[in-house]
């Protein structure tokens, strides 16, 4: 079997196959730490219940003083009840986030290594969106260069995803990690992205949002509820 031709890959096309990946390692990472996760969110719950209880009672001593809003400033960074609670929940939201970044980044290595390693040269993502990682030469990258290639994936996260962009730039087409790897992306296909594809892509800005939505309503409702319980309402 001949390699495959090198054919520019779109970045949304890149983009969807790797958010499709990244879906499924997240269910991985929720079933895997159900419980713990649970826990945490309990946890940053009453963190946050805590701060809005501090923050309104903060806020109904320094209005009884009439002072100018620079002294209620002074007075609110300078309070250690309000310290005290800023501190635990970000300690709430680190236990929440860190272990589950940790584990999620341990299966994407797995997950990325061991699939664009293998015979197929793709993801489930890649292969659903007609693409397969080569080497500089066309020829299957192997599990060693798939890993470097996983693992260089951070430079380009880390680098504000400008190592992603460079994918868009001719005449090499390469992200940064690609680059560090000696890989191509390339198109199996010039058939346009599957419909599911196309589904998944335009779900995510409503999804992000509604969920960004839920967040901000239950902080109004915490704060509504630390007021009533101040003002006695």
């Known amino acids: 079997m001949s390699p495959p031709v090198a054919a520019p890959t779109p970045l949304l096309r890149r983009y969807t196959a790797w958010s499709l990946d990244a879906a499924a390692i997240g269910v991985l990472v929720v079933a895997l730490m159900h419980r713990r996760l649970c826990e945490a969110l309990e946890t940053c719950g009453r963190a946050i219940d805590a701060l809005a209880q501090a923050m309104a009672a903060l806020m109904q001593q320094t209005l009884d003083l009439a002072a100018s809003p620079a002294a209620l400033w002074q007075a609110w960074m300078a309070d250690p009840a309000l310290q005290v609670a ?38 489930p993502g890649k292969r659903l969106l007609g693409l397969q990682v080569v080497d500089d030469d066309g020829l299957p990258p192997g599990y060693v260069r798939a890993g470097l290639r996983t693992a260089a994936g951070l430079l380009s996260w880390v ?75």
Request: glycine letters at 4%.
């Open 159 to 233: 680098s504000l995803n400008i190592g992603h962009l460079m994918a868009a730039r001719a005449p090499r087409y390469q992200a940064l990690h690609d680059r560090i790897a000696g890989t191509h992306v390339v198109r199996l296909t010039d058939a346009p992205m599957p419909m599911p594809a196309r589904l998944w892509l335009v779900l995510q800005p409503p999804v992000f949002c509604l969920l960004l939505a839920l967040l901000m309503q239950q902080l109004d409702r915490s704060v509504a509820a630390a007021l009533d319980a101040t003002l006695g309402l």
């Open 86 to 123: 800023i501190t635990a929940l970000a300690l709430a939201i680190t236990s929440l986030t860190l272990p589950t970044m940790a584990l999620f980044a341990l299966l994407a290595l797995v997950w990325f290594t061991g699939f664009e390693g293998s015979r197929w040269q793709a993801t």
